[in-house]
């Protein structure tokens, strides 16, 4: 070993879920979105500037924050943006989480969480679901650093009540409350409303699930002016200018488009449901999603199993080898027809 | 105070050069290149991919790692990009800082390096420039917990000779050093030599400069297997997709146009050598620039009201308000034209 790696920061990085180079696969593993952000007419509009990709983006990314702030009905200052919400958590964690006390987050949820905590150094706990993978507020009332909680969770697609996120957010005054709502969209129970009352509370969006814009790496968090100076602060401490010229007039330009993003939105639902009939038919235990995912257990067959020979299919979903949820996969809520092909690959499989 | 500012990173964050939204300035303040990336022809294939934004990028990004490796001659697994040199130079801190000792670096260069240093905490000592704004090798020769070199360094515009870099290299086995090249194209001397003989030592470039590509934030390192894996872990760590779709494709594709980046490169360069030469004629003193700015003071007008008066009259350049270098201009080489009319402007002023 040379000396220069005794100063290395080891990390055991997150994996996302495989982007195959093939053209003629069924994506169904990173939960991204079946249909197009706008409707043609706006994405004539959206056509890459590219005479001004000379010039640095705006650092404050103006034209994208206050078009958030006004579409979620917020104050000034109440919105920063970021390179995916991936980009906005893992700010969060170096931002709020510098105390020896353990920071808080469910035993199954987002596999990112505890690789941030690994980086950055931050002390953590994870209470674990309870048996129906839900969980249970009163395991987030103990001394803590802060807390992150999913909702809707992933990869259990299951959400909870916007009163008993409430319940954690008043309970820990002390502390700063993550709320990732990368899938509220599909049907959650956004804490939005919560963001007046509490000073505390910190909610995160991306534009990857619900806004079909996963390539664009846009995500942003909402909170208090405060807490989000703070966040702007350490961002600006780190690259002036996370977001690409693009990225801030597309993000702002899909907000008009409302009608598309309702009619996504339903469509991925409609989808969701009658995926979820069709799978319990044949014999899976399917969580009741809130999201654009479904998470479903064969009765028999193993979930590795199922996600090798979907894959031998060229249908990719998703498969995590940890332990409460090995039997599981997760099945991202595709178009209709490539849903019909899912099904009738199971029903191949399934013999 | 809250309570929940007691676990706050608290950061003072780099200020960098205004991004004025008025469309009739001149702006000569960031370091921007006056001429698009690649001809016409070719921009006409670069335009967004609209369609596909809905899936995420490949994030390992190889599109743009491979043709980076093939242009500049390197081996598989030599290259990791990140969102603009600031991103990648940020995560080196993170990655490779992790000791003690302070890392070093010149107390007149870029001046993010101590608020990368500030946010994670990583103690550091800045070696001063010699009389002339030179750094001075030998004062890399003491103990340290890594090196960061500006080469060309900023603001001073002023370039190393690739045998003093190397000196510094050798001298440090048992750390990293980090070579910035963010304006080495513009006549500078790279280390990409001495990439063979060092195992410690990283190079890292930005698309913002040289490759006119500020606005869709493009960066990178080279350095051996093993220290980009390092690098590549932490940032799969923080971010498992930090360049959009488009930049990854636009960054690969600009690189065919050599013809266009040569001749953008010589046009800056002679015009950054006629601009010279006016300033001088009239009483400015002039730093022998090897990159696409121009560091000047005058003989007998403040830095400050310079700065200022330009700005009055629609020219933005850029001024630091610090000890060594309050009297001084940085000024971006824009067209040919800009700088007339700078030199008019100057002549109105200078009366």
């Known amino acids: 070993m040379k000396k ?32 197009p952000p706008v409707r043609g007419a706006l994405s004539a509009h959206l056509r890459l500037e590219f005479e001004k990709m000379r010039l640095y983006p705006d650092p404050e990314a103006r034209e994208l924050v206050e078009a958030l702030e006004k579409y979620y009905g917020l104050g000034g200052g109440q919105v920063v943006v970021g390179t995916g919400s ?17 920071i808080l987050f469910p035993d199954v949820t987002y596999s990112f969480y505890p690789v ?4 950055y150094r931050i002390p953590y706990e994870c209470p674990p ?7 249970r507020p009163e395991d987030y009332m103990r001394e803590n650093g802060g807390i992150v909680i999913a909702n809707p969770n992933a990869p259990t697609s299951l959400g909870m009540k916007r009163s008993e996120i409430e319940e954690i957010v008043r309970a820990n005054p002390d502390v700063v409350v993550i709320v990732d709502e990368a899938y509220v969209d599909f049907g959650g129970e956004t804490a939005l409303p919560l963001l007046e009352k509490y000073d505390n509370l ?39 200018y996370s977001l690409t010229r693009e990225a801030i007039r597309v993000g702002a330009v899909v907000l008009e488009d409302e009608e598309t993003f309702q009619k996504n939105r339903s469509a991925v639902m409609d989808t969701r449901e009658w995926s979820r009939g069709e799978l319990e038919k ?34 990719y979903v998703r498969h995590f080898d940890s332990e409460r949820i090995r039997d599981y996969l997760r099945i991202t809520v595709g178009t209709g027809e490539q849903m019909e092909q899912l099904i009738r690959a199971l029903d191949e499989l399934l013999i």
Request: with cysteine.
């Open 4 to 35: 220069w790696e005794n100063n290395i920061r080891r990390t055991v990085p997150y994996v996302p879920g495989e982007q195959p180079k093939e053209e003629n696969i069924i994506k169904l593993n990173t939960n991204e979105n079946p249909y």
């Open 86 to 102: 991936d980009d906005i958590l893992s700010l969060c964690f170096l931002t709020f989480f510098n105390s020896d006390r353990p």
């Open 116 to 119: 941030w905590a690994q980086v």
């Open 129 to 135: 679901l309870d048996e129906n993978f839900c969980i």
């Open 202 to 240: 910190l909610i995160v969006r991306t534009y990857s699930k619900s806004r079909s814009l996963a390539g664009m790496r846009i995500g942003f968090a909402m909170g208090n002016r405060e807490l989000i100076q703070f966040l702007r602060d350490v961002q600006a401490s780190i690259n002036s």
């Open 282 to 315: 044949r014999g899976f235990q399917v969580m009741d999603s809130q999201t654009n995912f479904l998470f479903a257990k064969h009765g028999s067959v193993p979930g590795q199993k199922l996600f090798e020979e979907l894959k031998r299919k060229g249908i």
